[in-house]
């Protein structure tokens, strides 16, 4: 049953005193903002209660931690200003943008601003108030993360608070019941990895949008105006967070990180092939969108074809025949990592289908093409669906699969390729016995930083670094024989 088809249930949640729930959905009204989770005696606790299942004082470490909470400030920067300026010209500021304000504030005052934007730049008193619902919203604050798309955090709250029968307060949270409600009132449940990794993944990678999600499309004009690049892997990413959940719960924090990292893998797989398809269909209104490119294709030096990994690979015939000299080079990493993983030839076959659709820049394959993979990706999922930790039997199956294809990637030099491989390899071997030790990857991931000043590695090449992959592309090598 949706969740948005149950609006007059008997067990619908109440909304807000005055309101009905649909219009505090589509309205600015509806949005609670992070304060109001912050009181003493709710989320805002000075101390940790390290000892209970919840903190009670996430709200305490987001406010004091949590980059998120510079997210809409930041739309207000000088760096912002010249985003905004590069793109729309003077008098159209990114505060005011639906575009920024889709991954940099509430999901539902960016989709207010979605369908008004037009208005929005000639009215001054509804830019206001924008302004005021975005910084009520705290920008990527407790509503963008926990509640669901669709939902007015009012109706939660006011379960939540309210003790009783039909509330979900303080005793409910201990009932059989208490998750169904929870997500009947529009919270959402973070646990699955899968769930994590696809709230993370809708701002980190993007969304085409639906009804109730905005679009979030961090596409070339928008970096080209000055956005740094996107690069997400949903383990890393959870662990740079200062936690505001209860981790000393957690008693295998490597079978988890997998299954964040891999969770992750997926759900980005899928976002770039839905991200391809809706460029291919006129999201954004061009084509070939550079996004879904690997940048470094294009944004490469004009140096001898000794230098050139392009020219080097399409001699030696290492990717595939894809990609011609010349052709557009697609941002695959990750989608062949997840080719890898899944072994089935119908999604190997699918992902070389697809990445020669992009690297022709043809529009009907990519859109078709897209759909068998999100098809293989589903199933694939379906499998992984309610994972919230990945066992070591698992964690070896998987290294294994990818192993082989690791090895090939470390030694060609891609700069995605590498980063991404790398990444994969790192999670899936964590607390393994034949794990190679942290001082190799260190080694490795330090080759792929960017240089001082440049926002790209500038240069890279990724086996002239001294032997940097060496010893793990040998590990992974062996791995792969045996
Ligand atoms: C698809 C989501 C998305 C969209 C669309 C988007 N951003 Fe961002 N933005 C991010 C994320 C995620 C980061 C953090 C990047 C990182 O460090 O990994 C970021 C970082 C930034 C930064 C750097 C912040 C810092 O602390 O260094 C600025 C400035 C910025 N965005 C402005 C904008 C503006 C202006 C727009 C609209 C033109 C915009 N963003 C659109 C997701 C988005
Ligand atoms: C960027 C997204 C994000 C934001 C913003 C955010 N959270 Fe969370 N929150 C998470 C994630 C992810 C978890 C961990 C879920 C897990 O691993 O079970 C979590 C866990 C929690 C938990 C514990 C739930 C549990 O089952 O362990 C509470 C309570 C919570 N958050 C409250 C808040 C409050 C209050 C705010 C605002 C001050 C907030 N969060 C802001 C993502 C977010
Ligand atoms: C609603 C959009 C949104 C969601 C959902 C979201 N983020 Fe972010 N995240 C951002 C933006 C925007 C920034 C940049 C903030 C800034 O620099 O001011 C950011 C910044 C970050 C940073 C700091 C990056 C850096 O390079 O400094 C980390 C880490 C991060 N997010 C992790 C996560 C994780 C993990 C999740 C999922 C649990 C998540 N985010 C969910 C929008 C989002
Ligand atoms: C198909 C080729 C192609 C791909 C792929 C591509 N770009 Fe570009 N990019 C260009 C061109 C052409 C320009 C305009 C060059 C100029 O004006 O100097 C440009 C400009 C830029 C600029 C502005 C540079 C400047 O000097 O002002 C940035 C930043 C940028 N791209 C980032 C990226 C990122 C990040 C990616 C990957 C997500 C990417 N590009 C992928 C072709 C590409």
Known sequence: ??????A??????????????SELVQSLQGVSGSMSCAS???HGRYESL????FLRSEATIWFERDPHNQAYEVLKSDRSRQIAENLNGPGKPAHLDSRCLACHANPQVAKYAEAKQDEIWKDSSLAKELDLASSRGTGVGCESCHTLPGHSTFEYLQRHTVLGPTGIGMEAWKSPESLRLKQLAGLANLAPAKNTAALCVSCHV??????????RDCNHDIMAAGHPRLVFDAASHINQLPAHWNTKREKDPDGRNAALHVAGLMISAGMQVRMATAHARNMGGIWPEFSDQDCFSCHAGLGA?????RQRNWLANKSGGQIKPGGFVPCNATISIVASLSEKPEMKSAVEAWSKAVSNANKANTAIIGETILHELQKLEVETSAIERLSMDKRHAWLARVAGPSAIALDEGRWDQAESHLRTLFWLSRGASNAPAPESFATAFS???????????AGFRGPDRAGSFDSLAKWARKLAVN
Not at 1 to 6: A, D, E
Request: aromatic content about 6%; hydrophobic content about 25%.
């Open 305 to 309: 074809s000794t230098d050139s990994w």
């Open 206 to 215: 993007g969304n085409p949008g639906s009804a109730t999600e905005p679009i």
């Open 50 to 53: 390290v000892d209970q299942v």
């Open 40 to 42: 003493q005696g709710c």
């Open 447 to 457: 080759a792929l930083a960017y240089p001082k000043g440049f926002a790209g590695p």
């Open 8 to 21: 007059n249930t008997p067990s619908d949640p109440p909304t807000a005193p005055g309101h009905q729930r």
């Open 1 to 6: 049953m949706s969740l948005l088809g149950t």
